[in-house]
């Protein structure tokens, strides 16, 4: 409808969709401009244009396994029976927004047997999970959880990985780290 002379007008865009193939990126800006034909040239630019800036939210996901001692990471392993194993999952945030109460799950073959207290690695300090997590700026912290539910932020069993993340803050990386033996 018509716009009354000096009463704001508000217009919600709802379900906007970034297209296919748009580049990665922090942040997101749509400008709208209102004219009026019959409006003198000197008020056609006066106050009539207004922007919005929306955060973008784009987690990335990748699962990354080697053999223990010494192997190299990769998206798959040939293995045996009793062999070691040590699962990584690299989770980012490439949005511009920061992601609360992010929590990583992941489901796991029932051909392997969680281990609970990693001792072979210091970086697991005798737990079952470690995890670094590296800022888009500052330095990277790490720290440990073990496999019980309900004492800390992660959880590890025979078929499943959960861990609250907390916030993924905006171009922060966590990488998540569990180790299990082959049946």
């Not at 007008?9 to 004219?35: D, K």
């Not at 990354?64 to 990769?74: A, D, I, N």
Request: hydrophobic letters at 35%; proline letters at 4%; a neutral charge.
């Amino acid at each position: 409808g018509p716009i009354v002379v000096g009463t704001p007008q508000t217009i919600t865009l709802r379900n906007v969709r970034v297209g296919p193939g748009t580049a990665a990126g922090a942040t997101f800006t749509n400008t709208a401009t209102v004219s009026n034909p019959n409006e003198a040239a000197a008020d056609n630019n006066a106050g009539n244009t207004g922007t919005a800036t929306t955060r973008l939210i784009l987690t990335q996901v990748s699962k990354q396994v080697r053999t223990l001692p010494g192997g190299t990471f990769g998206t798959s392993a040939s293995v045996r029976p009793g062999d070691l194993l040590e699962y990584c999952i690299d989770t980012r945030n490439l949005g511009g927004a920061d992601l609360a109460n992010y929590v990583l799950s992941d489901t796991l073959n029932s051909n392997g047997r969680s281990l609970t207290s990693v001792t072979t690695d210091p970086a697991y300090g005798g737990k079952a999970i470690k995890w670094t997590r590296t800022p888009a700026s500052g330095t990277a912290t790490s720290s440990n959880a073990t496999a019980a539910a309900g004492d800390d932020a992660g959880t590890l069993t025979d078929t499943s990985l959960s861990v609250n993340l907390g916030t993924l803050a905006a171009g922060e990386t966590v990488r998540t780290c569990f180790q299990v033996q082959v049946r």
